[in-house]
T-cell receptor, first 110, second 112 residues
Framework: AQRVTQPEKLLSVFKGAPVELKCNYS??????LFWYVQYSRQRLQLLLRHISRESIKGFTADLNKGETSFHLKKPFAQEEDSAMYYC????????????FGSGTQLTVLP | DTAVSQTPKYLVTQMGNDKSIKCEQNLGHDTMYWYKQDSKKFLKIMFS???????INETVPNRFSPKSPDKAHLNLHINSLELGDSAVYFCASSRGAAAGYTFGSGTRLTVV
């Protein structure tokens, strides 16, 4: 079974402060990890995927297999980063099903 | 030019009614999905479907039935709607898990 845990339901930081959204996963094989973002009342958008090792909107995430974590980080938060962030895992297979964490609502205060 | 489009965007209906939500993707993806986002913003998969196989999540009541006339469309039909069905339903598609999903804008269903 695959599981994704986001321990923080709500996270508030001030503009310009560093931010880290935590994500831990449970999966017996080699997972593919993603971060999705949902701005207020909008569709979910893919933010990052671990295989591409890219930085989008200043966000980065590193897969740590030892700690089974895929935390999302940004050194200087901006007000427009306020959104719901979901960590997701795909274990592969024919269904290619994504399992989502419960989400973290990030609020960046002015 | 919307990649994944859902209709309607909002749906308000009475308990006991039957309703359908439509989803279409123009990305040429081979797999489509339905997710339910509840009032606590938790996302849970309901179905995944490609042109060869329908996979039903066993926790979904059989009042929910996906229908796929072709691989670009995956509709969701709901019979005998209940108050607990109120949620936002998202359609998504993918070509492979490594590429991630593309989501529709969601259908906000309210059962009164």
């Amino acid at each position: 079974a695959q599981r994704v845990t986001q321990p923080e339901k709500l996270l508030s930081v001030f503009k310009g402060a560093p931010v880290e959204l935590k994500c831990n996963y449970s999966y017996s094989g080699s997972p593919e990890l993603f971060w999705y973002v949902q701005y207020s009342r909008q569709r979910l958008q893919l933010l990052l995927r671990h295989i591409s090792r890219e930085s989008i909107k200043g966000f980065t995430a590193d897969l740590n297999k030892g700690e089974t974590s895929f935390h999302l980080k940004k050194p200087f938060a901006q007000e427009e980063d306020s959104a719901m962030y979901y960590c997701a895992l795909s274990g592969g297979g024919s269904a290619r099903q994504l399992t989502f964490g419960s989400g973290t609502q990030l609020t960046v205060l002015p | 030019d919307t990649a994944v489009s859902q209709t309607p965007k909002y749906l308000v209906t009475q308990m006991g009614n039957d309703k359908s939500i439509k989803c279409e993707q123009n990305l040429g993806h081979d797999t489509m999905y339905w997710y339910k986002q509840d009032s606590k913003k938790f996302l849970k998969i309901m179905f995944s479907y490609n042109n060869k196989e329908l996979i039903i999540n066993e926790t979904v009541p059989n009042r929910f039935s996906p229908k796929s006339p072709d691989k670009a469309h995956l509709n969701l039909h709901i019979n005998s709607l209940e108050l607990g069905d109120s949620a936002v339903y998202f359609c998504a598609s993918s070509r492979g898990a490594a590429a991630g999903y593309t989501f529709g804008s969601g259908t906000r269903l309210t059962v009164v």
